[in-house]
């Protein structure tokens, strides 16, 4: 059985932004609010080590704050073919509260 660890409160994360939080064994995840749907990746861009959750979110697509890697943040591939893809994480919402879990 998979286990989840509580990261936040819905209200602490509003549509459209991005949010760094501590999964379990202490990953740092990237969670992130689109449009009321709440996505988890891993924390750091595969190409230097930019920190996702303080990129610009444009839909599902997240651009990272140093040079623009972009990712979709539901499936954690790149939008461009051969690019690198990031970790995605289980997420579950239980009475207001944001869980998230391992590797999806
Ligand atoms: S560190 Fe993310 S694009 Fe360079």
Redo the contacts with the bound molecule.
């Keep these: 059985m998979t286990k989840f660890v509580k990261v936040c409160n819905v209200e602490d994360l509003p549509p459209g932004s991005g949010k760094l939080v501590m999964g379990l064994y202490d990953k740092p995840i990237a969670l992130f609010n689109v449009d009321g749907n709440f996505y988890a990746t891993n924390a750091i861009?595969p190409?230097?080590?930019?920190h996702l959750q303080s990129g610009t979110l444009r839909g599902k697509v997240i651009y990272?704050p140093?040079?623009?890697?972009s990712f979709c943040v539901d499936t954690g591939e790149s939008d461009h073919q051969g690019g690198h893809r990031i970790s995605t994480y289980q997420l579950q919402i239980q009475n207001g509260e944001v869980m998230v879990g391992w590797l999806s």
């Design positions: 861009c190409h230097m080590g930019g990272c140093w040079h623009q890697w």
